[in-house]
């Protein structure tokens, strides 16, 4: 049985009270796990430990915290305190996210994405052991540091998000789990077969990898304003936050994602809509009415070797329009 998640929403939140009460109508509508992304707002850290304190029963995790802003010493006494405010529910998501958000938001040398990863999660799986960290790599070298508190018992699993090829070869050979974003069902079957090379390089089963697929999800009962929401949210991601997205949807044949990027970055909003196809739209998204999102959601959960579908909302969607969705597709209204 497919899991069933949450990428909590994160643009323009009122408060963390609202995003800790999204999580607890996510339990309560049977979700997995809700995953929060930190991006330009709230910190993901302070936001995780409200709702861990006012959940029970859901994981969460991060999905995803960027491997540059917080040293990966941090990162696992993250992980550690929160695995212990959550009573276990805790799972790590990290990336190396992109030059715009490094670079440009955090002043830091973007370097090498894939090693600086790799790395970071060898250096978080030290620290969470409670032994002494010694570390000597190309990016980070490290020695002395240890908890001082009791290590966690189990260590929350460390999962790592990628979009290219080596990316999610280095998850299947490194990390607990994948997490993959803008990929179709046919897109995500392809990436598998990443994972499993990285798997086979690092000698483990591909099946000790949980991996998790990103869904874009909008059920109203006007459908048209979910498929516009959806529509805005493939365009902005594509055309407006570096390459990593328009090259993924051309490696899975998608040749519009090319006009959809070069039309937003020339400031014309409205081509870069129009090159989001409704083929496109439709292989990509659940989007529609209740009906409809959940038929479209289920094409991911019945594809081979996807542990759990994260169900994520346009970054345009109301608060009624993004707990109209997040019940239309809960677990709970389908038993």
């Given at each position: ?318 608060e009624s329009e993004i707990e109209a969705t997040m019940d239309a597709v809960a677990p709970a209204s389908e038993s």
């Amino acid at each position: 049985m497919t899991d069933r998640d949450v990428h909590l929403p994160v643009a323009a939140q009122p408060s963390v009270d609202s995003l800790a009460d999204y999580a607890g109508r996510a339990e309560d509508g049977g979700y997995d796990c809700v995953w929060l992304p930190e991006t330009w707002g709230r910190d993901a850290v302070t936001v995780l430990s409200t709702i861990a304190e006012r959940t029970d029963e859901v994981d969460l995790g991060t999905s995803i915290v960027n491997a540059y802003s917080r040293s990966p010493a941090l990162l696992g006494q993250t992980a550690a305190t929160l695995q212990e405010a959550s009573n276990g529910r805790f799972r790590l998501g990290i990336g190396p996210s992109g030059p715009v958000v490094i670079e440009n938001w955090h002043g830091l040398e973007y370097g090498n994405p894939l090693k600086r990863t790799r790395e970071t999660v060898e250096i978080v799986r030290q620290v969470l052991s409670g032994e002494p960290v010694d570390y000597d790599g190309d990016e980070f070298s490290l020695s002395g540091f240890r908890l001082r508190c009791g290590a966690p018992d189990p260590a929350p699993p460390v999962e790592v998000t990628g979009m290219g090829p080596k990316a999610v070869e280095l998850a299947g050979r490194f990390a607990d789990g994948w997490h993959g974003i803008m990929l179709t069902p046919d897109g995500v079957r392809d990436r598998l077969a990443d994972l499993e090379r990285g798997a086979g390089l690092g000698d483990r089963d591909p099946a000790d990898v949980a991996v998790t697929v990103g869904v874009t999800c909008c059920a109203l009962e006007d459908e048209e304003r979910a498929r516009e929401l959806a529509r805005q949210h493939v365009a902005f991601y594509v055309g407006g936050m570096g390459t990593f997205y328009r090259d993924a949807l051309e490696r899975q044949g998608y040749d519009e994602a090319e006009t959809i990027h070069d039309a937003w970055q020339e400031g014309d909003r409205e081509r870069a809509l129009e090159g989001v196809s409704d083929e496109l739209l439709d292989d990509l998204c659940a989007v529609g009415d209740s009906e409809t999102a959940r038929e479209r959601l289920e094409r991911f959960e019945t594809a081979d070797g996807i542990d759990a579908v994260a169900v994520s909302f346009p970054r345009g969607a109301e608060e009624s329009e993004i707990e109209a969705t997040m019940d239309a597709v809960a677990p709970a209204s389908e038993s």
